[in-house]
Antibody
Framework: QVQLVQSGAEVKKPGASVKVSCKVS????????MHWVRQAPGKGLEWMGG????????IYAQKFQGRVTMTEDTSTDTAYMELSSLRSEDTAVYYC???????????WGQGTLVTVSS | DIQLTQSPSFLSASVGDRVTITCRAS??????LAWYQQKPGKAPKLLIY???TLQSGVPSRFSGSGSGTEFTLTISSLQPEDFATYYC??????????FGGGTKVEIK
């Protein structure tokens, strides 16, 4: 059984960066394809990017290209999502989720609230 | 990008009601569609994948159908624990992997 535990809530100023972590247990990170999805307060789900096992590459939503970096530390089975140049519209709960492709996933982290405020 | 339009965006129903939610894709996505349930403060939970396959452990009152551009999620007899927001997600053409706007099911 895969378990994903995310880092705690963050408060950031506009223009700053945030790095959210997602620790995997039950499997090793190399066996999984990690994705990141966010949800602004009262809004729907928005996919940010993730690993495509068909191509063997990390793919990003164009909306976040240049601002988001998704990395992995296989020695600690921890995935990271870093978002830079934060603005108020980036205030959201950020989720990690494994193996969204090709059929959706039942393995999600608990979510990390990132608040961007001056 | 493929757009997913869910309808209705909100519905009010009673326990025991049959509920149907529709998800329309802007282009054909074969059967690469998943349905999720989300409760406040919680991560989404996978209900249906490949448009019509029930995820293990999900009650059989949930069912999915459709292919191409039109899909439905049906709850045959609404239970108190089913009051939540439901999302569809397409996994055929990416990036991006798009979600529908959501359907909030509330108690009448």
């Amino acid at each position: 059984q895969v378990q994903l535990v995310q880092s705690g809530a963050e408060v950031k100023k506009p223009g700053a960066s945030v790095k959210v972590s997602c620790k995997v247990s039950g499997y090793t990170l190399t066996e999984l394809s990690m994705h990141w999805v966010r949800q602004a307060p009262g809004k729907g789900l928005e996919w940010m990017g993730g690993f495509d096992p068909e191509d063997g590459e990390t793919i990003y939503a164009q909306k976040f290209q240049g601002r988001v970096t998704m990395t992995e530390d296989t020695s600690t089975d921890t995935a990271y999502m870093e978002l830079s140049s934060l603005r108020s519209e980036d205030t959201a709960v950020y989720y990690c989720a494994t193996d969204l492709l090709p059929a959706g996933s039942d393995y999600w982290g608990q979510g990390t609230l990132v608040t961007v405020s001056s | 990008d493929i757009q997913l339009t869910q309808s209705p965006s909100f519905l009010s129903a009673s326990v025991g009601d049959r509920v149907t939610i529709t998800c329309r894709a802007s282009q054909g996505i074969s059967s690469y569609l998943a349905w999720y349930q989300q409760k406040p403060g919680k991560a989404p939970k996978l209900l249906i994948y490949a448009a019509s396959t029930l995820q293990s452990g999900v009650p059989s009152r949930f069912s999915g159908s459709g292919s191409g551009t039109e899909f439905t999620l049906t709850i045959s007899s609404l239970q108190p624990e089913d009051f939540a927001t439901y999302y569809c997600q397409q996994l055929n053409s990416y990036p991006p992997l798009t979600f529908g706007g959501g359907t909030k099911v509330e108690i009448k």
